[in-house]
């Protein structure tokens, strides 16, 4: 069965660096493009990143794009996301997601992050 | 890149039907049939229930259905069982951004 399986979340001070790792399992990884989408506490989903099966393609929300780096390791059947100058409203539950054409068809559990002082 | 807009909350009792609106612009929801919608329980991941305007996943009851008319998809939930009341949130390919989703539907089964 598909299995997402997200790790490295944590509380970390404004302005610093996180990475988000996620482990695929129960499906060829390599065939699926990917997302990030988080939820902040008590809020809606809200879409972060994606990236295509093969890694060449990637595109990113308003609000993370340029601070956020998604990628992939299709060796390791492993989804990154790189998180850098973070920000208060950055904490969430980051989910990962395989992505089926337009929707996403199965998401993991997430990893909390908490941007904080 | 705004979400797309959902009544905050929308409620019926056991056995009705009720219909959670999604509304976008001609970027995403009116110009894609890519509209897909979402359940989420409390303290659970999302679970995909429609995708590509009115189609099921398999294992999702026929209770649930999808349509679209312009640039406002819906999300209609006939015979109302308990364990129906949720989250929904729906979903479109946008143009710019690839994908964005509304800002949520409290579903109260009273």
């Known amino acids: 069965q598909v299995q997402l399986i997200e790790s490295g979340g944590g509380v970390v001070q404004p302005g610093r660096s996180l990475r988000l790792s996620c482990a695929a399992s129960?499906?060829?990884?390599?065939?699926?493009?990917m997302h990030w989408v988080r939820q902040a506490p008590g809020k809606g989903l809200e879409w972060v990143a994606i990236i295509s099966f093969d890694g060449n393609n990637k595109y990113y929300g308003d609000s993370v794009r340029g601070r956020f780096t998604i990628s992939r390791d299709n060796s390791k059947n492993t989804l990154f996301l790189q998180m850098n100058s973070l920000r208060a409203e950055d904490t969430a539950l980051y989910y990962c997601?395989?992505?089926?054409?337009?929707?996403?068809?199965?998401w993991g559990q997430g990893t909390l992050v908490t941007v904080s002082s | 890149q705004s979400a797309l807009t959902q009544p905050a909350s929308v409620s019926g009792s056991p056995g009705q039907s009720i219909t959670i609106s999604c509304t976008g612009t001609?970027?995403?929801?009116?110009?894609?049939?890519?509209v897909s919608w979402y359940q989420q329980h409390p303290g659970k991941a999302p679970k995909l229930m429609i995708y590509d305007v009115t189609n099921r996943p398999s294992g999702v009851s026929n209770r649930f259905s999808g349509s679209k008319s312009g640039n406002t998809a819906s999300l209609t939930i006939s015979g109302l069982q308990a364990e129906d009341e949720a989250h929904y949130y729906c979903s479109s390919y946008a143009t710019r951004t690839t994908m964005v989703f509304g800002g949520g539907t409290k579903l109260t089964v009273l």
């Open positions: 997601a395989r992505a089926g054409d337009a929707y996403i068809d199965y």
């Open positions: 129960g499906f060829g990884f390599s065939y699926y493009d």
């Open positions: 001609s970027s995403d929801v009116g110009g894609y049939n890519y």
